[in-house]
C-alpha cells in the first residue's frame, strides 16, 4: 500500500489477519509473529504486542531450567530473558520491527543463534547457552549465544532482510560479531583479531574482532551492526 490516503476498508482488507493461518508459527507481516497456542511456548521477554483468548503470561523463572543454565547466565551477565506464554489462543510477538524469520527444526537439527535476536520458540526445543565472553573487554557488552536443537519451530530476527553465507571447508567465512544472527549447529566459531582491519571491518564490534567460521555448515549475517548491553550494565 502506497503512504497516501485509502479508504478504512482497504486498509482492512491490507493489514487484516489471516484466519486461514493455523500453523504453530505463522508470519502475519514480516516483522509481526503470530502464535497459534495450544499448551505453552517460550518468547523473549517483553515481545507480546497482542493477544486473543486464555493466554497467561510468567516470567522465567530464576531455576526454571536448571542449575547449569541458571549458573551460566549468573556467569555471563547476559539477558536472554524468556517470558512463557500458557494457554489457547493467538499470540502476537515482535522485536522493535525487525524483520522475522521461522525455522522448523529437524529431529536432531540444530542452530546457534544470537541471544538477542532469538524470539520464540517451541517446547519441544532444546536449548542452552553458549557464553563467549572471552572477547568481551574488546566488544561492547559482550556477546551469548543459544544452541536450539529440534524437532520444533524457532524464531529469530535481524535487521532488514538477512544473508546466508555458506562455509565448506577450506574456505573460512569471516563475519563482524555484531552483524552475525545465526550459524548451523556443526560450526564452532572462533574469534580472530587482526589490527589492520580496525579502520575497515565493522563499526560496533571493537573493529579489529572477527567471528571465523570453518567446516561445513552456514553463517546467517544482517546489513546493520548491533551494539548489545549485559543485564548489569542495564541494571
Do not use: C
Amino acid at each position: 500500500m502506497s503512504s497516501e490516503k485509502y479508504r478504512t476498508s482497504q486498509f482492512l482488507q491490507a493489514t487484516v489477519e489471516n484466519p486461514e493461518k493455523n500453523s504453530f508459527f505463522e508470519l502475519e507481516t514480516q516483522r509481526m509473529l503470530e502464535i497459534n497456542l495450544q499448551d505453552y511456548v517460550w518468547a523473549k521477554m517483553g515481545s507480546m504486542v497482542a493477544y486473543a483468548g486464555s493466554i497467561k503470561f510468567t516470567r522465567e523463572g530464576i531455576l526454571e531450567h536448571g542449575v547449569g543454565k541458571f549458573l551460566k547466565k549468573t556467569f555471563s551477565g547476559e539477558g536472554a530473558a524468556l517470558m512463557k506464554a500458557s494457554g489457547h489462543g493467538k499470540l502476537y510477538v515482535a522485536d522493535s520491527g525487525k524483520k522475522i524469520t521461522i525455522l522448523d527444526l529437524e529431529q536432531d537439527e540444530a542452530v546457534v543463534v544470537n541471544g538477542n535476536d532469538l524470539l520464540a520458540f517451541a517446547p519441544t526445543v532444546s536449548w542452552d547457552i553458549k557464553m563467549m565472553r572471552k572477547v568481551a573487554g574488546m566488544m561492547a557488552g559482550g556477546l551469548f549465544s543459544i544452541r536450539l536443537e529440534g524437532p520444533g519451530m524457532m524464531a529469530f530476527t535481524s535487521f532488514d532482510d538477512p544473508l546466508t553465507l555458506r562455509v565448506t571447508p577450506g574456505k573460512p567465512i569471516f563475519t563482524d560479531p555484531n552483524a552475525t544472527v545465526l550459524w548451523s549447529g556443526e560450526l564452532q566459531p572462533e574469534f580472530v583479531t587482526d589490527i589492520q582491519l580496525k579502520t575497515f571491518f565493522g563499526r560496533g564490534s571493537g573493529d579489529s574482532v572477527q567471528m571465523k567460521f570453518e567446516g561445513n555448515g552456514f553463517v546467517v549475517v544482517q546489513p546493520y551492526e548491533e551494539v548489545y548491553m549485559s543485564e548489569q550494565s542495564r541494571s
